[in-house]
Antibody, heavy 123, light 112 residues
């Protein structure tokens, strides 16, 4: 079945970087963009960005530009999110999500989600 | 990009119908039919309930329906059941300069 499996929880100090992985299975990895969404404790969902696994091209929300790096390894159907210069405001669960369809500009809704990766930023 | 506007909470008794609104702008909900709704139970990943304003993914109960008028989208849950108690988030594609996609702040649905 189609699924996304993410890496385990992380604890980082302020100023550090974190990398979260998302391994896809059950579909052709390069046929769909891969999005990243985060959720701070008790808060709502926040779109961070997306990667085109075929080209490696990325788009990110303005608030994360300069701090976020999205990459992929097509040989193992995996995508990676790296967030740098962490602060306590980055404490959140990070999800990867696959859209139902991928367009040139617009992707459809996210029909498959990873289980989430808790990232805690604390000194 | 500001979040889409949803009521913080909505409640209803078993068997009743409830509607959750989601208000955006011409740059998102009003301009495109890429509106989705997600259900999230505590500690779980979101689950897609409605996409492209009113379409239901396979396996989602027909008690869930979506619609849109102008800049406001709505999710209606009919025949409310205990298992429907969860957080619900709307989501839309946007042409905002700051983001490509925007979510609502979420609505807590309580089954009385």
């Amino acid at each position: 079945q189609v699924q996304l499996v993410q890496s385990g929880a992380e604890v980082k100090e302020p100023g550090a970087s974190v990398r979260v992985s998302c391994k896809a299975s059950g579909y052709i990895f390069t046929d769909f963009h891969l999005h990243w969404v985060r959720q701070a404790p008790g808060q709502g969902l926040q779109w961070m960005g997306r990667i085109n696994p075929n080209s490696g091209g990325t788009n990110s929300a303005q608030r994360f530009e300069g701090r976020v790096t999205m990459t992929r390894a097509t040989s193992i159907s995996a995508a990676y999110l790296e967030l740098s210069s962490l602060t306590s405001d980055d404490t959140a669960v990070y999800f990867c999500a696959k859209p139902a369809t991928t367009g040139t500009t617009i992707d459809d809704a996210f029909d498959i989600w990873g289980q989430g990766t808790m990232v805690t930023v604390s000194s | 990009q500001s979040a889409l506007t949803q009521p913080a909470s909505v409640s209803g008794s078993p068997g009743q119908s409830i509607t959750i609104s989601c208000t955006g702008t011409n740059s998102d909900i009003g301009g495109y039919n890429y509106v989705a709704w997600y259900q999230q139970h505590p500690g779980k990943a979101p689950k897609l309930m409605i996409y492209e304003v009113s379409k239901r993914p396979s396996g989602v109960s027909n008690r869930f329906s979506g619609s849109k008028s102008g800049n406001t989208a709505s999710l209606t849950i009919s025949g409310l059941q205990a298992e429907d108690e969860a957080d619900y988030y709307c989501n839309s594609y946007t042409t905002s300069s700051t983001s490509n996609y925007v979510f609502g702040r979420g609505t807590k649905v309580t089954v009385l």
